[in-house]
C-alpha cells in the first residue's frame, strides 16, 4: 500500500545530542515536508521540499536540518541547538500541483530527557 | 501573531445532530482553505477544501463555507456520528510561491456523543 513511513515512532534523546528522524514515501509526491506539534497548538512547518536536491526553511527552522537526496526520503535531524526539542514531529508529503493536500505519515514522538 | 484561529478548543455534539467548526484568518491574501481530521497518536488526514472563488463545498456528509468578507470559514458536518470524534485543524495557504506553506489553526477537539 501507498503511503508515508515515519521512524522511530518514539525516541528518547540527552541533551545535547543530535537525533534523524526518518520520513519514507512511496507515494511518488514531489513535495516533502516536516511539521512540528506541541500540546495545544497547531502544526507548525519546519522545513519542505519541493523537488530532490532542493529544500526552504519553514516558519520554525532553527535548530533543524533536512536532506532531500532521493525523491522517496526527507530524514530530519534535530540538532543539539534545538532549544526545545520535546514534540510530536509529523513528515507529509504531496502532489505539486495540489501543494495543500497533505498526506502524513503517522508521526514521530521525541522527547529529551 | 495567529493568522489562523479556531477559539473554541473544544465541542460536544449529539449523535446525529449537527457539528458546526469554526475558523478565522486575518491574512486577507489567503486564498485556499482546507479541513484536517486528525485521531490522537496519528497523523492528520485532509478531509475538506475550498478555494477563494466558492462560497461553499460539498463532500457527503461535510460541507465547507467561505464568507471573505468576514474572513471566516466552518465546517458542518450533518448528521454527526461518534467517529468524527477527533481534532480537527482548520489551514490555509497563498497562490504562488506560499502555496506549500500551510498555516493550521490550533484545532478543535469534536466529541460526539452516541
Known amino acids: 500500500d501507498g503511503g508515508i513511513t515515519q521512524s522511530p515512532k518514539y525516541l528518547f534523546r540527552k541533551e545535547g545530542q543530535n537525533v534523524t528522524l526518518s520520513c519514507e514515501q512511496n507515494?511518488?509526491?514531489?513535495?516533502m515536508y516536516w511539521y512540528r506539534q506541541d500540546p495545544g497548538q497547531g502544526l507548525r512547518l519546519i522545513y519542505y521540499?519541493?523537488?530532490?536536491?532542493?529544500?526552504q526553511k519553514g516558519d520554525i527552522a532553527e535548530g533543524y536540518s533536512v536532506s532531500r537526496e532521493k525523491k522517496e526520503s526527507f530524514p530530519l535531524t534535530v540538532t543539539s541547538a534545538q532549544k526545545n526539542p520535546t514534540a510530536f514531529y509529523l513528515c507529509?508529503?504531496?502532489?505539486?500541483?495540489?501543494?495543500?493536500?497533505?498526506?502524513f505519515g503517522e508521526g514521530s514522538r521525541l522527547t529529551v530527557l | 501573531d495567529q493568522q489562523v484561529k479556531q477559539n473554541s478548543p473544544s465541542l460536544s455534539v449529539q449523535e446525529g445532530r449537527i457539528s458546526i467548526l469554526n475558523c478565522d484568518y486575518t491574512?486577507?491574501?489567503?486564498?485556499?482553505f482546507l479541513w484536517y481530521k486528525k485521531y490522537p497518536a496519528e497523523g492528520p488526514t485532509f478531509l475538506i477544501s475550498?478555494?477563494?472563488?466558492?462560497d461553499k463545498n460539498e463532500d457527503g456528509r461535510f460541507t465547507v463555507f467561505l464568507n471573505k468578507s468576514a474572513k471566516h470559514l466552518s465546517l458542518h458536518i450533518v448528521p454527526s456520528q461518534p467517529g468524527d470524534s477527533a481534532v480537527y485543524f482548520c489551514?490555509?495557504?497563498?497562490?504562488?510561491?506560499?502555496?506549500?506553506?500551510?498555516?493550521f489553526g490550533k484545532g478543535t477537539k469534536l466529541s460526539v456523543i452516541p
Open positions: 507529509a508529503s504531496s502532489l505539486s500541483d495540489r501543494a495543500g493536500e497533505l498526506f
Open positions: 507515494l511518488n509526491h514531489d513535495a
Open positions: 521540499s519541493q523537488i530532490v536536491n532542493d529544500f
Open positions: 491574512n486577507s491574501m489567503f486564498d485556499y
Open positions: 475550498i478555494s477563494s472563488i466558492k
Open positions: 489551514a490555509a495557504r497563498f497562490s504562488g510561491a506560499g502555496s506549500y506553506q500551510l498555516t
